[in-house]
């Protein structure tokens, strides 16, 4: 028994922490539990097969609660339901290397037809993904691709040297045609900016371009106070810049915030891929003109559709193979298992009240 | 820089413990080394680049200052008490999304944002200082774990949903920016909240009995310092300004989801061990710390403007915070020694 007030409260507190973190670990959304047959489809792709119905499609995004993810997952949702399928989240909090793999393991056990993955890490996951694939589990990847070897296809947002154009094309606008721009991406080593910003560098070299000078890539880390001032150490270090280019939806929002409520405003333009929800503050008030960004939605409801068509024998994943979308129409597996899901959408003050994301 | 000159005038230096009080000269010297390497700092980026020192260059760190100052306030007031808050950050998650929430379903007031914020804040700060006085469970350790707590209410409260910008109310947002008399709001809170800290640790008979507290937390309560009280209005103001600060960032930076904030306790304890509080209690002052978070937000300008390789920051950082702690050590061997030699003089 508890003998005094003091004991009781010690006791309580140590099981509040344990609840407390117990609640931070990783969470499982519409978990059903009941493991059915899967029955698995042949080798060779039967571009007639028809969609099968009651497919377990599981969802593992790089991590839960993340607004963009959660776009991802919904637009995969959506899909799941047209294909009368059973769709399932789970996800870590954290979007660590690792934190990836005990969730796939219990995918697999729960004999899942199809695991529809963002990797955290293309080779920490590897040796899970191989394990669900022997299993006849049919492994999607979308967002951040897997190693090439350990996934069936990938659903990519937009090549990269589509992305890399479409922010050199949208400098050249926003600045006017001329002048000196400055790109403020995430961290040094993000794998994606950095190779976006690559493709906008040898674009900017073409002559179309000659007049535009890019001056400086700062990185904000995708954090808001650090973009923020990254943002400010442009602007007094590049006394004539026309344009900033922010290819992440942190430094994007921050860079426009920074501008909208500064001196600046008006005579620096702000571009870059942006969450149209996170933007339509600064595009109302005229600070960001135009950006671009695919639909997140997209990404998962093609996903879940490769998914299933793969799942239901239709395709196997070998470039040419075609398969229908849904509402996105028909598309063609590319290179390395490759899906590309298509141009960037542009948003303006005129389209922005459309998109809900 | 004018606020921090206009701080750093010598009348204005706080005491320290009262065994270091005698030797104020010492301790002294602690917050005159922060000033200067803020000045050598300014100078240096200025010359490089003049407009470092325009008016919307000295607006801009002064309101990045603001939110990580509020902090500091806080955490020095607990630190000194020989405790330590490591919930800051999830606090001021909470109360910003939380005060997000409330602010984007109706049109209410700014000040009714600030009091929610605040309340928030000292509930939170209520339960740390409850755990740590009466489940005598080390600070570090509570806080840690409400650390998680507070993050993971947060997280299962608002999920993947954000509130942004175009939600909040137009008065909301502007608050972060509009100015009175030429100073930004959120400039002058913190102006306020640090100098009523500082005026409080130094003057008032509570502010005493906390550093009596940091400095020996035994004799604290043998010389009948209502130890409990005085450490629950510790953790109660830590939490309070946190949540305030929630507040702030929130209207400055218009968009928060569930990871607002999300390690910023470190910034702050770096903050208030650079500005010369003792991570042992008993010695060092609010306005140091506040000087702390103005010397690290100016770095982290400074070294945007002068192109320096972003890896370098935060090592930066880290070598300023073990400089800050070593000098503690010299001050604490010189205050010994002195203290001995007078002894032998009796």
């Known amino acids: 028994m508890l003998r005094s007030p003091r004991t009781l409260l010690s006791v309580t507190s140590a099981a509040l922490l344990v609840a407390g973190l117990a609640a931070c670990g990783g969470t499982t959304k519409d978990s059903n539990t009941n493991a059915g047959s899967g029955t698995q489809a042949s080798a060779a792709a039967d571009p007639n097969a028809a969609i099968k119905e009651g497919l377990k499609i599981a969802f593992l995004p790089k991590q839960l609660n993340n607004p963009y993810s959660d776009v991802e997952t919904g637009g995969g949702k959506v899909a799941v339901e047209e294909l009368k399928g059973e769709y399932k989240l789970v996800g870590p909090n954290d979007a660590s290397a690792s934190s990836q793999v005990s969730y796939i393991n219990t995918l697999i056990q729960q004999q899942q037809d199809v695991i529809v993955v963002a990797a955290n890490d293309p080779n920490a996951v590897c040796p899970s993904l191989n394990q669900a694939r022997a299993a006849k589990i049919k492994v999607i990847t979308f967002d951040s691709d897997a190693s090439k070897d350990c996934r069936d296809a990938f659903i990519n947002q937009a090549t990269t040297e589509g992305i890399g154009q479409s922010l050199a094309k949208m400098a050249l606008e926003q600045a006017g045609g001329e002048g000196e721009i400055a790109v403020l991406s995430a961290t040094p080593n993000a794998t994606n900016q950095n190779s976006w910003i690559e493709v906008m560098k040898e674009e900017l070299k073409k002559p179309e371009y000659a007049k535009l000078k890019l001056v400086k890539v700062a990185y904000g880390n995708d954090d808001d106070q650090k973009s923020f001032q990254e943002a400010q150490g442009l602007l007094q270090s590049y006394p004539n810049l026309k344009a900033i280019v922010a290819p992440t939806t942190v430094g994007i929002a921050a860079a426009a915030r920074y501008i909208s409520s500064s001196s600046y405003k008006g005579k620096v333009a702000v571009t870059g891929l942006g969450l149209p929800n996170q933007m339509r503050e600064y595009v109302k008030d005229d600070t ?70 | 820089m004018t606020v921090t000159s206009d701080r750093s005038a010598p009348t204005d230096a706080p005491l320290g413990a009262p065994a270091a009080k005698r030797f104020g000269g010492l301790l002294k010297t602690r917050e005159l080394g922060i000033v200067l390497a803020l000045a050598l700092l300014v100078a240096y980026t200025a010359i490089d680049n003049p407009r470092f020192l325009s008016g919307q260059s000295i607006r801009d760190n002064l309101l990045n200052t603001a939110i990580l100052a509020v902090m500091a306030t806080g955490q020095a007031v607990v630190v000194i008490t020989r405790n330590i808050d490591l919930s800051v950050g999830s606090v001021l998650g909470i109360s910003a999304f939380a005060v997000a929430t409330l602010m984007s379903n109706q049109d209410l007031p700014m000040v009714v944002g600030l009091l929610a914020g605040l309340a928030i804040g000292a509930v939170a700060g209520l339960v740390n200082g409850v755990l740590v006085r009466y489940g005598k469970v080390p600070a570090l350790v509570v806080t840690l774990g409400t650390l998680y707590i507070y993050r993971g209410i947060t997280y299962s409260w608002a999920g993947g949903s954000q509130v942004n910008a175009d939600e909040l109310p137009r008065h909301f947002l502007t608050f972060a920016n509009d100015s009175i008399l030429g100073i930004p709001w959120l400039v002058l809170i913190a102006l306020v909240v640090v100098a009523a800290g500082s005026v409080m640790m130094r003057n008032y008979r509570v502010g005493r009995e906390l550093y009596a507290m940091g400095s020996s937390p035994a ?128």
């Not at chain 1, 093609?302 to 509402?327: H, N, R, V």
């Not at chain 2, 003792?278 to 070294?303: D, K």
């Not at chain 2, 920051?313 to 400089?323: D, F, N, P, R, S």
């Open chain 2, 219 to 346: 004799a604290a309560e043998l010389a009948g310092i209502k130890v409990a009280r005085n450490l629950l209005g510790a953790f109660v103001l830590s939490g309070a300004l946190a949540g305030l600060a929630g507040v702030l960032y929130a209207a400055r930076f218009g968009t928060v989801d569930a990871a607002a904030g999300t390690g910023l306790e470190l910034n702050v304890v770096a903050a208030v061990v650079v500005g010369g509080v003792a991570v042992f209690g008993g010695s060092g002052s609010v306005w140091g710390a506040a000087l702390g978070a103005l010397l690290l937000t100016v770095i982290g300008s400074a070294l945007a403007v002068l192109d320096i390789n972003q890896f370098w920051q935060q090592a930066i950082v880290g070598a300023l915070i073990i400089l800050a702690i070593c000098a503690d050590r010299l001050v604490a061997v010189r205050i010994a020694r002195s203290l001995r030699k007078r002894d032998a003089h009796v």
């Open chain 1, 288 to 357: 960001v003109k135009k950006f671009a960004l695919w639909n997140p939605a997209d990404i998962g409801y093609l996903a879940a559709f490769a998914g299933a068509a793969m799942a239901s024998g239709q395709i196997t994943g070998a470039p040419g193979e075609k398969f229908k979308a849904g509402k996105l129409g028909e598309y063609t597996i590319g290179a390395d298992g490759e899906i590309v899901l298509g141009p960037p959408t542009e948003f303006t003050k005129e389209n922005i009240d459309q998109f809900n994301f």
